[in-house]
């Protein structure tokens, strides 16, 4: 990519993480072409609030031009009231599962937003994730749709296939309102990590689960330490940074609000296989956080102290991936599959298997059991969605920006391998 780009790339991150490093004059030499880039990644990964807090707090607001201030005094405002919304959402889906008697912690986001950010609206949240027993995920899926939920009509696998195979349950819909994921890990189980066990289940983060008070309700959380090693690799391993910033400040407005068992934290990485994805994302945010801003530091132990300089190339690959363009994410992870096979051979192989999918991965897709004799029925379906991504696969196969992506995804897959 061009200089430019990467400058522009790095200037989002410090307006967000480190706006006091930055001059009134700094701010006032933006272009109006940079703005429009800044406030479009801003919208894709959900930071525009938090850019309107930081600037704030900086004192940075009156230097910005007219039209951006405004966009993030809108953003800032939508936020806060989704966050009311998103509470509302919260406390009915507890509600439900509580009165049916099914054990459950709520996760990331809608912890950090009312109990880690200095304002809930600071963090919008996409959904809300909630872990349960995987005994008794179907019976909380089944029981939110009897109370009102709704399942989505792009996302009509079976929910079988996702329980068996997968972390959690095809998304519910709280009419006109927030998406609910019914989770039984909080790490997917064919994640490249290695792990040595079963990653994050209710039975062994509820022993050190948060209960804390929402809107009157006392609702249970995962706890500090099991968070932030969730968030840490949900970014890194589970998604190579594609998921945006706000990791960044997830994972500094967490541990400037608690206290963290850093020895619990490494014992439970390195019992996981993650380790190496936890020390990289620790790395990113003392890069990009001001150290003074950053009140309870993280504490390495003699052995992760090791795994990854402060000056590693890979954390500049990390800190790009992170304003990766959602809509080409999944295109940009394919592409890097292909570039990580060595062979021709090996690259058709790959095509091949997403062209033909086995009974489970159609069974995630669509409304068949895995394994019904009808489950092949569905290839059809397959191949038409797929001939309908094509033309977007192509143009992202030829673009400059995504190939760079699926490069740097590459690079951060094989660096977690290592």
Not at 72 to 98: E, G
Request: charged share 20%; with cysteine.
């Amino acid at each position: 990519m061009a200089r430019n780009a990467r400058s522009i790339e790095e200037l989002t991150l410090a307006l967000m993480c480190r706006a006091s490093s930055l001059s009134a004059t700094r701010i006032g030499a933006i272009t109006p072409d940079d703005w429009v880039r800044i406030l479009d990644w801003s919208v894709e990964h959900r930071f525009a609030p938090y850019l309107h807090y930081s600037l704030g707090q900086a004192g940075l607001r009156g230097s910005l031009p007219t039209e951006v201030r405004a966009q993030l005094q809108q953003a800032y405002r939508r936020a806060t009231l989704r966050a009311l919304s998103m509470q509302r959402d919260m406390l009915h889906v507890n509600s439900v599962l509580q009165g049916a008697g099914i054990e459950h912690l709520f996760m990331k986001g809608a912890y950090l937003a009312q109990f880690a950010y200095p304002e809930p609206g600071l963090r919008p949240l996409r959904d809300l994730d909630v872990l349960v027993r995987p005994e008794q995920a179907m019976d909380a899926f089944q029981v939110l749709q009897d109370n009102g939920l709704e399942r989505i009509a792009r996302n009509v696998g079976n929910p079988h296939a996702h329980l068996a195979h997968g972390k959690h349950l095809p998304p519910l819909r709280i009419p006109g309102r927030a998406l609910v994921e019914v989770h039984t890990l909080t790490m997917a189980p064919n994640s490249p990590s290695r792990h040595a066990v079963v990653p994050g289940q209710h039975d062994t983060l509820a022993v050190r689960m948060i209960r804390r008070d929402v809107g009157g309700t006392a609702i249970c959380f995962e706890g500090a330490e099991d968070l932030l090693l969730h968030l840490c690799v949900h970014a890194a391993v589970d998604h190579q940074f594609n998921n945006g910033p706000l990791i960044l400040s997830d994972i500094a407005w967490l541990m400037n609000t608690h206290t963290i068992d850093w020895p619990l934290v490494w014992n439970a990485a390195r019992e996981q296989g993650a380790t190496r994805g936890l020390a990289l994302v620790l790395r990113l945010v003392e890069r990009e956080w001001p150290e003074e801003a950053l009140t309870l530091p993280v504490q390495w132990s003699g052995d992760s102290a090791g795994i990854l300089p402060a000056d590693a190339p890979i954390l500049d690959i990390a800190a790009r991936s992170l304003l990766q363009n959602v809509a080409a994410r999944g295109d940009v992870a394919l592409q890097a599959e292909m570039g990580a096979e060595g062979s021709l051979s090996g690259k058709a192989a790959r095509l091949l298997r997403r062209a033909f999918p086995g009974r489970v991965e159609l069974a995630r897709e669509f409304p068949v059991r895995a394994e019904s004799p009808w489950v092949y029925a569905w290839y059809p379906a397959k191949w038409w969605r797929l001939c309908r991504r094509f033309p977007d696969f192509l143009h992202n196969l030829l673009n400059a920006r995504a190939r760079t992506d699926a490069e740097n995804v590459g690079a951060i897959s094989a660096w977690l391998r290592e």
